[in-house]
């Protein structure tokens, strides 16, 4: 377990909401920015589990920091554990990205 803290960052990007998590969110060097350091993602081997996941996995790939204008966040909470990163259309809130269906689980 990380002793650093844990933040959750929703955030407004070309009429999507984000959802992201990183270890570190502060006042950027940038006037008018937040910024958002140590991204972290769900580590899976082999099969894509989370699709959504994936995506923003590689649009940040390589991303050492994540200036955001303060006008895009929706907010940041400090949270215990990490859930599910997303990406919702912004008007709907509905997923942009779709998890593929599972077959039922045998009994």
Not at 4 to 30: C, D, M, Q, W
């Amino acid at each position: 377990m990380s002793s650093k803290p844990l933040y959750k960052i929703t955030f407004l990007n070309h009429g999507k909401v984000y959802e992201l998590y990183a270890r570190h969110v502060g006042s950027s060097h940038l006037w008018g920015f937040n910024e958002i350091a140590e991204l972290v993602f769900d580590l899976h081997d082999g099969l894509v589990v989370d699709p959504t996941e994936e995506r923003l996995r590689e649009e940040f790939a390589g991303t050492k920091v994540l200036h955001l204008p303060m006008q895009s966040i929706v907010r940041i909470e400090e949270v215990e554990k990490k859930g599910q990163s997303a990406i919702r259309d912004a008007a709907t809130g509905e997923k942009v990205v779709t998890p593929f269906p599972m077959p039922a689980k045998p009994r």
